[in-house]
């Protein structure tokens, strides 16, 4: 299996600007995750999916943040309009509900907002 | 509360043995896991241990969990060089929410 994939793996872009993150679970997980690890904040859950349906968006900042998953295997976490304290490492997890329910990690996407 | 803690920075000489320690506050945890996250990448499993067990064995690692006083650690042993990295402590509560509470991180420098 490839593992958790993101795309980019870098993003630097001006504030103000739209921003998408792309996320690809690894087959077969029905959970997924979104992370963003700063820092001064450390590791910092922001939304989390079970069978494509968010269940938990409280660690979303504000309204600029979204994320969708339209079906398994994909999803999106979009900022909008992007500020530079935004600028961070962004991670997708996946896992499954069997076994000891560990989170797999994709490589993250640093981004940068001038 | 949701804390997990640990200690941001340990050093140690190439060959010693490490010790990273963690404490967390939910005594319903059921999963604790050691996650190693080397730089530009993403967190990885190390190992899991569950919250029945005292401790856990895996070639270099030993895990150790002392439910009462709610305290996990992780032991490598022989520590290399490629073992620096910083180390993250993360609890699973019961229930059906897949959610997991991870610590601050250590960071664990390797001298040669």
């Known amino acids: 299996d490839a593992g958790v994939i993101q795309s980019p793996r870098h993003e630097v872009t001006e504030m103000g600007q739209e921003v998408t993150l792309r996320c690809k679970p690894i087959?077969?997980?029905?959970?997924l995750f979104w992370y963003r690890q700063t820092m001064m904040r450390g590791l910092e859950l922001l939304i989390y999916?079970?069978?494509?349906?968010?269940?938990?968006d409280s660690g979303m900042p504000e309204d600029r943040f979204s994320a969708k998953m339209p079906n398994a295997s994909f999803s999106t976490l979009k900022i909008q309009p992007s500020e530079p304290r935004d600028s961070a490492v962004y991670f997708c997890?996946?896992?499954?509900?069997?076994?000891?329910?560990?989170?797999?990690f994709g490589p993250g996407t640093r981004l940068t907002v001038l | 509360g949701e804390d997990v803690e640990q200690s941001l920075f340990l050093s140690v000489r190439e060959g010693d043995s490490s010790v990273i320690n963690c404490t967390y506050t939910?005594?319903?945890?059921?999963?604790l896991y050691w996650y190693k996250q080397e730089p530009g990448a993403g967190l990885q499993l190390l190992t899991y241990?569950?919250?029945?067990?005292d401790m856990k064995q895996d070639q270099r690692l030993t895990v150790l969990l002392n439910k009462k006083d709610k305290h996990l650690s992780l032991r490598i042993a022989d520590t290399q060089t490629g073992d620096s990295a910083i180390y993250f402590c993360?609890?699973?509560?019961?229930?059906?929410?897949?959610?997991?509470?991870f610590g601050t991180g250590t960071k664990l420098q390797v001298i040669p």
């Open positions: 997890a996946s896992s499954t509900p069997t076994g000891g329910r560990e989170q797999f």
């Open positions: 087959s077969g997980h029905n959970s």
């Open positions: 999916f079970n069978n494509n349906v968010p269940i938990d």
């Open positions: 939910d005594s319903s945890s059921t999963y």
């Open positions: 241990i569950f919250s029945n067990m």
């Open positions: 993360a609890e699973k509560r019961q229930g059906g929410y897949q959610k997991v509470t």
